[in-house]
C-alpha cells in the first residue's frame, strides 16, 4: 500500500516538531562513553542502558527490563534494553533493533571535536556514538513519539531491542536469545545498524558479509640469536611472516585462497572517485583486485591483517625474530560457510609455510553472511516507506562489514523477515575519527521508520 501525501505530510510535520528533543537526546546519549571493549570502564555501559531505558519508558512501552546474559566464559554480558507493547489479536509484531555500546573513541589528536561532547559542524552532528548506533536507537524512539504524537494506536506489536555489546561482537548475543527468546520473539525485525547509499538516497541493505578471524604464527628459533653470528641460512619469523602473507592474494590483489568464493556481481556499482574519496585513498595508490568495486566490497572474499606481534623498531635489537604473529580478517560472501572459510585459510596457511616454517592457527570470531530476498511484503513495506520520506526510491545495496547475529536471530525466528536498514552514510566515519550523523537524513529515516511501522500494520 502507497502512502497517500496526506498520511506523509502529518506526519512529517509531526517528525519536524518532534526533532528538536531527538536530537538533545541523542546528544545525552553520545556523551555518555558506552564503550564495551574489556579495557574500558563498563559502568558506563549500564549508565547507557538505563538512560535508554528512561527512553523506551517515556515513550510510553509499558514493559522495559534491563537484561543481561552469560557469555562463553561464564562471565555475564553487557546490559541490554528490551521494551515492549505486546500486538494485539492476530497483529503482527516488530522488533526494532539497535546497540547502545560504542567503538573506543581511538588516538584524540585525531579527532576535530571532543569524541563525547556533540557538536554540531555544518548539517552533521560529531562524536563517537553518534551515527552507530546511538541514532539508530534514537530513529527508533523518534518513530514511536511521531506515532503517537498523531494518535496512531497501530494495534501491531513493538519491541525494542538496544543490545549493549555489539561493538565486542556480540559474545553473549546467542545466551541471551535463548534465555529470553519469548520477549524477542518477532514476525518483521528491523535492524538499524547500516547505511545509505549517499545523502539524499536510501538505501535497503539486501547483503552483508560473513566474517573469519584469527592468529597465524610463524616460528624459526626456539629463542633469538644474533642476526651477524647467525643471519643468512636462517631468515627471522618476521621476514617469513611477510613472506606467507603475502600468498594470501594474486598480483592483482584478488583474494588467491583456494575454496573462498565469489558471489555474483552487485546490480549497482560504486564510482572509483567516490570510493576513493570515501575510503580516504592516497593518490597514487592503486585499488587492488577485478570486476567491480560494489563486487569487491559486498560479494567476493577479502583478507585483511588487522595486527602484528613483531619487534617494534624502538625496541629492535641486532637478533633474529624467533616467533612473530598477525591476526588476519576475512570477510566473507554470502553462500559461504564460516567454518569451510576458516578451514580453507588454515590449509592455505599451513601450504604456502616458507621455508618449513612452522605456521600455527588460532581461530577466532566467526559469524555467517546474510542474503536478503528482494521481494517480500516486509521488503516492499520498507521501500514504500523509504521512497515516501525521502521522495526518492530507495537502492539495494550490499555492505562490507559483518552484523553476524543476524544469523542467530535468523536461527531463533526463521520465519521473521529482516530489514536491514540504517542512519549512516559514507562520511558518517563509523569506528573512525570524527564520526558524525547527518541530521536531514536522521530526520528522514525517523519519518521512514514511523510509515514503516504503519505499512505494517496495514499489510502483513
Known amino acids: 500500500m502507497n502512502h497517500t501525501e496526506t498520511d506523509v505530510a502529518a506526519l512529517r510535520a509531526h517528525v519536524d516538531e518532534l526533532f528538536p528533543a531527538i536530537r538533545a537526546d541523542l546528544e545525552a546519549l553520545v556523551r555518555i562513553p558506552s564503550v564495551s571493549a574489556a579495557a574500558f570502564d563498563q559502568a558506563h555501559v549500564a549508565s547507557s542502558a538505563d538512560a535508554v531505558a528512561a527512553l523506551m519508558r517515556e515513550v510510553g512501552l509499558p514493559d522495559v527490563r534491563v537484561l543481561r546474559a552469560e557469555r562463553p566464559d561464564g562471565t555475564p554480558g553487557a546490559p541490554a534494553v528490551v521494551a515492549r507493547r505486546p500486538a494485539r489479536e492476530g497483529e503482527p509484531t516488530v522488533l526494532l533493533y539497535a546497540h547502545h555500546d560504542v567503538q573506543p573513541p581511538g588516538d584524540a589528536a585525531t579527532w576535530e571535536t571532543d569524541p563525547f561532547e556533540p557538536t554540531q559542524v555544518g548539517e552533521r552532528l560529531f562524536g563517537r556514538g553518534a551515527a552507530d548506533d546511538k541514532a539508530g536507537i534514537m530513529a ?184 612473530s604473529a598477525a591476526k588476519l580478517s576475512v570477510r566473507i560472501p554470502p553462500g559461504t560457510e564460516p567454518q569451510d572459510a576458516e578451514d580453507a585459510l588454515r590449509t592455505h596457511l599451513e601450504e604456502h609455510a616458507p621455508f618449513g616454517a612452522r605456521v600455527t592457527w588460532a581461530p577466532g570470531e566467526k559469524g555467517r553472511a546474510f542474503g536478503a530476498p528482494a521481494d517480500s511484503a516486509a521488503m516492499r513495506a520498507a521501500r514504500n516507506a523509504f521512497a515516501a520520506a525521502w521522495g526518492t526510491a530507495p537502492v539495494d545495496i550490499g555492505v562490507g562489514g559483518s552484523i553476524p547475529f543476524i544469523a542467530d536471530l535468523l536461527e531463533a525466528f526463521p520465519e521473521a523477515a529482516v530489514l536491514v536498514t540504517g542512519v549512516e552514510d559514507p562520511d558518517s566515519r563509523a569506528h573512525g575519527a570524527n564520526e558524525s550523523v547527518h541530521l536531514g537524513e536522521l530526520r528522514k529515516v525517523v519519518l521512514a521508520e514511523a510509515l514503516l511501522l504503519r505499512e505494517v500494520a496495514r499489510s502483513l
Open 140 to 323: 527508533h524512539v523518534g518513530a514511536l513519539r511521531a506515532l503517537a504524537a498523531l494518535g496512531d494506536d497501530l494495534g501491531v506489536g513493538v519491541t525494542v531491542f538496544a543490545e549493549g555489546e555489539e561493538e565486542s561482537g556480540s559474545p553473549s548475543f546467542a545466551q541471551f536469545l535463548a534465555d529470553h527468546r519469548d520477549l524477542l520473539a518477532a514476525d518483521v525485525i528491523v535492524v538499524a545498524d547500516s547505511t545509505n547509499w549517499k545523502v539524499g538516497v536510501p538505501a535497503l541493505t539486501t547483503s552483508l558479509r560473513g566474517l573469519v578471524d584469527g592468529v597465524v604464527t610463524v616460528e624459526v628459533l626456539e629463542h633469538a640469536v644474533h642476526s651477524g653470528m647467525f643471519g643468512g641460512p636462517v631468515l627471522d619469523a618476521n621476514l617469513l611472516l611477510a613472506r606467507l602473507l603475502t600468498t594470501l592474494h594474486d598480483a592483482e590483489g584478488n583474494v588467491a585462497v583456494r575454496g573462498l568464493a565469489s558471489a555474483g556481481e552487485p546490480e549497482v556499482d560504486y564510482a572509483e572517485a567516490d570510493f576513493r574519496s570515501d575510503a580516504s585513498v592516497l593518490d597514487g595508490v592503486e585499488l587492488a583486485g577485478a570486476g567491480t568495486i560494489a563486487g569487491r566490497l559486498w560479494t567476493k572474499p577479502a583478507i585483511a591483517v588487522i595486527g602484528i606481534d613483531a619487534t617494534s623498531v624502538a625496541h629492535a635489537s641486532n637478533t633474529l625474530a624467533p616467533r
